[in-house]
T-cell receptor, first 113, second 111 residues
Framework: KAGVTQTPRYLIKTRGQQVTLSCSPI?????VSWYQQTPGQGLQFLFEYFSETQRNKGNFPGRFSGRQFSNSRSEMNVSTLELGDSALYLC????????????FGNGTRLTVT | SQQGEEDPQALSIQEGENATMNCSYK?????LQWYRQNSGRGLVHLIL?????REKHSGRLRVTLDTSKKSSSLLITASRAADTASYFCATDAGRDDKIIFGKGTRLHILP
């Protein structure tokens, strides 16, 4: 089976712009979670989608949003980018999400200048 | 807020030695997982231990869980250069079942 695929791998944006990141989960996995990883804060949970519904949400401002499509692919969007949004954004999929291991993609490295 | 906290933050050992990392958490959990991350890449799942289990093995990995102390340890035996990575513990955060990660232990295996 193909692993979790995240695109693009690297992204450079300017403050105030918006960005959309994409995640294709492992075939058959219905849960997709997003995490932001920074050196100072570590891995912070953004949200989880299951069967096109947001099931959990972390403590991030409304500028961070996401969605999941009927084929389980997911996108996350960040509007009005700030310098502090520079991070590695990781997507993870699992069959059910709860109580099962997460399978991570290699992330999208976002740099905001 | 972080649920799991790993200790130590960084660890350097000689190849062939055993490496032990600890994780402490604050609230009741359904399960605890350990992950490895090589620099700049995604995390790889290593092992999952449920709250009613006390010890689990996978190859050179041994994980223990003490729910009374709200702590877990990961032991890597006979370390190799390829074990150089960051290691994270992750817990589900109770009723809402979010998986929350600690800040990790950076392990460096010296040749």
């Amino acid at each position: 089976k193909a692993g979790v695929t995240q695109t693009p791998r690297y992204l450079i944006k300017t403050r105030g712009q918006q960005v959309t990141l994409s995640c294709s989960p492992i075939s058959g996995h219905r849960s997709v979670s997003w995490y932001q990883q920074t050196p100072g804060q570590g891995l912070q949970f953004l949200f989880e989608y299951f069967s096109e519904t947001q099931r959990n949400k972390g403590n991030f401002p409304g500028r961070f949003s996401g969605r999941q499509f009927s084929n389980s692919r997911s996108e996350m969007n960040v509007s009005t980018l700030e310098l502090g949004d520079s991070a590695l954004y990781l997507c993870a999929s699992s069959p059910q999400g709860r109580g099962s291991p997460l399978h991570f993609g290699n992330g999208t490295r976002l740099t905001v200048t | 807020s972080q649920q799991g906290e790993e200790d130590p933050q960084a660890l350097s050992i000689q190849e062939g030695e055993n490496a032990t990392m600890n994780c402490s958490y604050k609230t009741s959990i359904n399960n605890l997982q350990w992950y490895r991350q090589n620099s700049g890449r995604g995390l790889v799942h290593l092992i999952l231990i449920r709250s009613n289990e006390r010890e689990k093995h996978s190859g050179r990995l041994r994980v223990t869980l003490d729910t009374s102390k709200k702590s877990s340890s990961l032991l890597i035996t006979a370390s190799r250069a390829a074990d150089t990575a960051s290691y994270f513990c992750a817990t589900d955060a109770g009723r809402d079942d979010k998986i929350i990660f600690g800040k990790g232990t950076r392990l460096h295996i010296l040749p």
